[in-house]
Antibody
Framework: QVTLKESGPVLVKPTETLTLTCTVSGFSLSNARMGVSWIRQPPGKALEWLAHIFPNDEKSYSTSLKSRLTISKDTSKSQVVLTMTNMDPVDTATYYC??????????????WGQGTLVTVSS | QSVLTQPPSASGTPGQRVTISCSGSSSNIGSNTVNWYQQLPGTAPKLLIYRNNQRPSGVPDRFSGSKSGTSASLAISGLQSEDEADYYCAAWDDSLSGRVFGGGTKLTV
């Protein structure tokens, strides 16, 4: 059974750094055909992809947020960590991690975590 | 402003067929496959259609997807009240070297 679970602070202050952890089970972060994305959704708004990481340590970031994001993984702990610096109230959102399954010429986010709401406020 | 453009809302009555469009460009839909996600109120998104027109196991065949050029569509036939949700298209964008989502379409039944 594949599961992903996000954890981290529910409240951060402006200018602080956010660190979120995605703990996965039911698959290995060393599986070449599987990666993990972080995706966020401000209240009442659309989904926004933030970053992904694959077993070979290939990483990709949203162009608009690249300077503030760092994604990493600890395969032994089955965890993927996202850090976002210089948080602002506009970063208030539910943050999801999702598994990426790669197959041939396409890939999919086939399993999602439940999401964690992060509020940025002083 | 999302890279992929969807109508903000759509509606239909039970039993009807509705379609939701997703417009992109040559760097995303035009050169990569499209996935669709369904997000029921208060829940995480769920994969609905992948690789333009493929359904994961468990997704009813009332849901179908298509792609032509730089646009894609999601069709839902035999509309049911439980289909009331937000629907998002997604694709890889070669120019951005990243994944992009549509702005989402809220379906009211």
């Amino acid at each position: 059974q594949v599961t992903l679970k996000e954890s981290g602070p529910v409240l951060v202050k402006p200018t602080e750094t956010l660190t979120l952890t995605c703990t996965v089970s039911g698959f290995s972060l060393s599986n070449a055909r599987m990666g993990v994305s972080w995706i966020r959704q401000p209240p009442g708004k659309a989904l926004e992809w933030l970053a992904h990481i694959f077993p070979n340590d290939e990483k990709s970031y949203s162009t608009s947020l690249k300077s503030r994001l760092t994604i990493s993984k600890d395969t032994s702990k089955s965890q993927v960590v996202l850090t976002m610096t210089n948080m602002d109230p506009v970063d208030t959102a539910t943050y999801y991690c999702a598994r990426i399954q790669v197959s041939g010429d396409y890939d999919i986010h086939d399993y999602w975590g439940q999401g964690t709401l992060v509020t940025v406020s002083s | 402003q999302s890279v992929l453009t969807q109508p903000p809302s759509a509606s239909g009555t039970p039993g009807q067929r509705v379609t939701i469009s997703c417009s992109g460009s040559s760097s995303n839909i035009g050169s990569n496959t499209v996935n669709w996600y369904q997000q029921l109120p208060g829940t995480a998104p769920k994969l609905l259609i992948y690789r333009n027109n493929q359904r994961p196991s468990g997704v009813p065949d009332r849901f179908s997807g298509s792609k032509s050029g730089t646009s894609a569509s999601l069709a839902i036939s035999g509309l049911q009240s439980e289909d009331e949700a937000d629907y998002y298209c997604a694709a890889w964008d070669d120019s951005l070297s990243g994944r992009v989502f549509g702005g989402g379409t809220k379906l009211t039944v």
